[in-house]
């Protein structure tokens, strides 16, 4: 494939995606105030309506929120989905928002499916670990979420085979004990039916279809650490906004 020169992202893009990355790399974390857009116009050196518009960007995409004292970090009404917990660890210190809560309905090593030997690039009926657990809130269940990881990381991280919630959640263990950092993801979002063991779970008849998104995740080493899926609970929804440049 012939190799085409790459533009440069437009001015007011570039200052959405700097402070971005500070977010979800936690840089900046839950309620952080921002500079004045007349700030970001001095830094950057572009004019007040592009830093206004780069600001914007963000609180469309549900990074920050803004009000008549600043600009700030809030993530909470942004992530509607496991995947983004991630973000929400980095930026608070906490995968939960508030009235959230999780119950653990079961950890260990098992033989790996097909899917998930696929998934994790393993061979198939290798020990993998799986985590199971639920996400409610007053409202009911949030997620069903059902995370399967490579079994050698039970040797640094014991936690992860034990029904126990995890402090820093799985991203934050293995980081914290492994050195590799969940640095990019892919998400897959289908109608699945729901199967028999997962029905009482989430409230709702086996064979019934329910929203479901499966998530990638690949270290800085370009290695798979962890592959989930999540039931969505009756009724939730994902969404996304943004501006149209």
Known sequence: MTPRVQRAAPP?????DHFRQQIVDGALTQDTKLPSIAEVAEEWGVA???????????????????????TFVDLGRKLTSGSDRLQLQR??????????????????????????????EIQEGANVIRR??????????ITLSTSWLPGDLAESAPELIV???????????IED????????RRDVVCLKRVPEDAAPLLGVETGALALTMSNYYWDQFGSV???????????????????LA
């Open 12 to 16: 007011f893009m570039q200052i959405a």
């Open 91 to 120: 930026a608070t210190g906490s995968g939960f928002r508030p009235g959230e809560r999780v119950e653990i309905v079961s950890a260990g090593l098992v033989p790996a499916p097909a899917d998930v030997a696929v998934a994790l």
């Open 163 to 173: 029904a126990e919630a995890l402090p820093k959640m799985t991203f934050g263990l």
């Open 48 to 70: 007040t309506a592009t830093a206004a518009k780069g600001i914007k960007q963000l609180q469309a995409e549900g990074y920050v929120r803004s009000s008549t004292q600043g």
């Open 177 to 184: 004990r492994t050195g590799r950092r969940a640095v990019r």
């Open 225 to 243: 650490t962890e592959y989930a899926t999540d039931f969505l609970g009756a009724s939730r929804q994902l969404t996304a906004e943004y501006d």
């Open 132 to 141: 199971q657990r639920r996400y409610l809130d007053d409202e009911g269940v």
